[in-house]
């Protein structure tokens, strides 16, 4: 990734950003749940039942990239920037790939065959950046990950079906697509909402300051997605792991104790050393990308911040209550939008920082939708919190104060009962990586 934007350059690294997060947020709606329906269906899905779901995906990618063609002359006057208006048409007429491989790996899960499905990606992967960074050194031009796309996603509808031994055919139930679409539309409502933050930065960055901005706010997110793996490894550990815990209200909100404080050690000393290696990047990459140092802080303590409530998403998704976690999403997202609006054009680049920041104010909505359940401490979790979350700024400050940053973490550790509860910490990742 890092080498594909060097050679590309901020301006067309950002028009393919922007493309793209655009097209895999529409792709997540065109979904349309199916893939999830097919993979939690009681009864094993027979060839027909996966026919009925590529026909309705089918139909569902063709729709969204004839509606992309019509769309041009709106797309053209929101952005008022024609660089971005070609390669995002080229994407959107890839979403119907993008959509009917979803049976065929739907298909995979159900059989627990997860070695075929990470060669698949691993090998899709390998597809997309070899013919990416190869046409990138011979065109310097966003075309390179544009193709490589397509022919990553080509690689995923055929080797997903030949992997999958399915050979589906064009099909038509009423009652069968009406069963898909009420049960998947049902589960993903929560989750489009929240797919939705994709597009504050291509739809509002990118018309107020331009593609190079949007190269900046997504490098500097991949960045952070990077760092804190952990927070997303965690999070669809604690879906089946809390599951077992639904009847104890005591053990959930132990549960939730706990695992803030774990999520919070886990997540912020990675970002903590991203914030220092981020200094460098414009000697790596060139001195065009410098402004990801100023706005990797102020994703960093978003990302934070959302790794120490995700225990509590995942406790209202395990006790069925979606629609809660809808209107959080929808509150957050809604707070990003609001503020990025605002900020960008008053402050620029730094303006969609402050928003991810202004956005942390809908945590309290999930903090309390999940205290009318049952009470919740930070006795121990935002200690840590407090005392990490200011290194992530290091970046910002002038080398002689750096240091000053660091003070907190230091307090903390002298008192002996945060160091017992860092030794408890080691010791139980110890087992886990002895495993590994």
């Given amino acids: 990734m890092l080498l594909l934007t060097r050679l590309i350059g901020p301006a067309n690294y950002g028009v393919y950003a922007g493309a793209l997060a655009i097209v895999t947020f529409v792709a997540d709606v065109a979904r349309l749940g199916v893939e999830v329906y097919l993979v939690r269906r009681e009864q094993e899905p027979d060839r027909f039942v996966y026919s009925q779901a590529f026909t309705l995906l089918l139909l569902g990618g063709a729709a969204v990239a004839a ?105 038509w139930s009423p009652v069968l697509v009406r069963e898909m679409l009420q049960y998947g539309l049902s589960y993903s409502g929560a989750n489009w909402i929240w797919s939705a933050r994709l597009l504050v930065n291509p739809l509002i960055v990118g018309r107020y300051l331009g593609p190079e901005s949007v190269a900046y706010v997504s490098l500097a997110t991949r960045l952070v997605e990077v760092a804190s793996f952990v927070r997303t490894a965690t999070w669809r550990l604690s879906i089946a792991a809390l599951a077992k815990l639904q009847g104890d209200a005591g053990r959930l909100r132990r549960a939730i104790d706990e695992g803030t404080t774990l999520q919070v050690l886990g997540v912020a000393p990675f970002l903590c050393v991203g914030a220092i290696g981020v200094t460098w990047l414009p000697d790596l990459l060139g001195q065009s990308w410098h402004p990801v140092i100023g706005i990797f802080p102020f994703i960093s303590l978003a990302a934070l911040t959302n790794a120490m409530f995700s225990m509590h998403s995942s406790v209202l998704y ?42 942390m104010a809908s945590y309290a909505v999930l903090h309390r939708q999940v205290t009318r359940l049952f009470p919740l401490r930070y006795r121990t ?56």
């Fill in 318 to 359: 395990v006790l069925k209550r979606n629609r809660q976690v809808a209107v959080f999403h929808l509150t957050c997202v809604g707070l990003l939008a609001g503020c990025a609006l605002i900020l960008v054009p008053a402050f620029g680049l730094i303006g969609y920082g402050l928003a991810e920041v202004g956005a």
């Fill in 381 to 436: 979790s935002a200690p840590w919190f407090f005392a990490l979350a200011p290194p992530i700024f290091v970046s910002l400050v002038p080398l002689p104060y750096a240091p000053l940053l660091f003070v907190p973490v230091v307090v903390l550790l002298s008192l002996t009962r945060y160091r017992r509860i860092l030794a408890r910490y080691f010791r139980q990742i110890r087992p886990r990586a002895a495993e590994a």
């Fill in 67 to 171: 509606l992309s063609v019509l769309a041009q002359p709106l797309l053209r006057l929101w952005f008022e920037d024609e660089r971005f208006i070609t390669p995002l048409q080229a994407l959107f007429l890839a979403i119907p790939l993008v959509l009917i491989c979803q049976p065929a790996f739907a298909a995979l899960e159900r059989d627990l065959d997860f070695r075929k499905v990470a060669i698949l990606e691993l090998v899709g992967q390998l597809i997309f950046y070899t013919a990416a960074i190869s046409l990138a050194l011979l065109t310097k031009s966003v075309w390179g990950p544009i193709v490589g796309f397509w022919l990553w996603q080509t690689w995923l509808v055929v080797g997903s079906f030949w992997a999958a031994r399915l050979r589906p055919a064009l099909v």
